[in-house]
């Protein structure tokens, strides 16, 4: 559809650095293909595919937001959505006992709208949480509205008992606030007024869903059992092969043989995203991501709503958000959109 668009308009292709890492490592995975470097060719096949997608939803993203009306109106339409499942979520949360939208069962003890684990359902709603706190102080006709979404939104994190959620939402929202206060977008008393709303729907939703499951897991004698070892282990195998890795998506195969205790379930993930991308695909692959989220670091302060893919950034560190498409979709889609804000400032100020 964009290149019946594009052909039929004639308008320029907008590109941007971002582009080059995601290309480069799905060239990366090619190569480690036709090298045979990876231990297992068919999981690798799947991974190239995956960054493909990622390379293909950061350009469309690039071409589809490049003006600012679409891209308010995409970012707006992508809030509410996600406040709706933020809703949803929480209501199943409680009542579904496990099932997925209250009809399949998904195989955990609880389900959060479309996620059966609870830290992929955080770092979603760590996406678009400074979203709605941006739209409750500068929307001054629906700022109640807003702040009530971020309230919600926030006390859903809570209600997941996330921990590395929780704490990455509760700093997403002190940081958009003071940052919001020096850029002097609004007067003092609307600034007030938009905080006072904000902190008091998160305070009210969060007593409604309550604290206790999340405290009782901070409450836990080593917060990091397991993931420790994990970490340790998937640095043993980029150790083992540090220029090339096994493989892009091959951290499941290779584990096994790094694994220095066994629970008798499958580790599919290091639980570390930075650590399994060093040893899938050797520094080269860690270098060419953490140069993507090097680079979103200015223009996450410049937007104010980029924080939230840092934070997802951040989250990565002890978990495994972008390793599933239907959540690393939307950091792809949005890095594209901070792109191309970023271009669009950049061109302004260009006498």
Do not use: C
């Not at 469309?60 to 707006?76: C, D, V, Y």
């Amino acid at each position: 559809m964009w290149a019946a668009w594009w052909a039929l308009r004639a308008r320029p292709v907008t590109s941007g650095f971002l582009l080059f890492p995601f290309a480069g490592v799905t060239v990366l995975g090619l190569l480690q293909l036709l090298l045979r470097t990876t231990v297992y060719r068919f999981d690798t096949w799947e991974a190239v595919l995956f960054w493909g997608t990622a390379l293909v939803l950061i350009f469309l993203s690039l071409q589809a937001l490049a003006e600012e009306h679409a891209r308010r109106g995409f970012l707006r339409a992508l809030l509410y959505f996600g406040f709706g499942i933020s809703i949803l979520a929480t209501a199943q949360y409680f009542t579904s006992g496990g099932k997925i939208f209250w009809l399949f069962p998904s195989g955990y003890p609880d389900a959060l709208g479309p996620f059966v684990y609870r830290n992929n359902y955080a770092a979603f709603i760590e996406l678009l949480l400074p979203l709605a706190i941006l739209e409750a102080m500068k929307d001054r006709r629906r700022a109640l509205m807003h702040s009530l979404m971020a309230g919600v939104m926030y006390a859903s994190v809570i209600a997941s008992a996330s921990r590395a959620g929780s704490v990455l939402a509760t700093i997403e929202v002190l940081a958009v606030l003071a940052l919001a206060s020096r850029r002097r977008w609004f007067s003092r008393r609307i600034f007030g007024l938009g905080v006072a709303a904000i902190l008091a729907s998160a305070v009210i939703f969060t007593s409604v869903v309550g604290w206790r499951v999340l405290l009782d897991r901070f409450g836990q004698r080593d917060p990091f059992v397991f993931r420790r070892e994990m970490l340790l282990s998937s640095l043993e195998m980029a150790r083992a092969r540090p220029w090339m890795g096994f493989g892009q998506g091959t951290f499941q195969e290779v584990y096994p043989a790094y694994a220095t205790f066994d629970i008798g379930l499958v580790v599919n993930h290091a639980h570390n995203d930075w650590a399994e991308w060093l040893a899938e695909g050797g520094v080269p692959f860690f270098l060419l991501l953490a140069s993507a989220a090097v680079w979103a670091v200015r223009p996450a302060y410049r937007s104010i709503w980029g924080l939230g893919l840092l934070s997802v950034f951040l989250h990565a560190l002890v978990d495994y958000p972008m390793q599933r498409l239907g959540l690393a979709a939307w950091v792809f889609v949005l890095l594209g959109a901070l792109a191309a804000e970023e271009r669009e400032r950049r061109r302004t100020l260009t006498p």
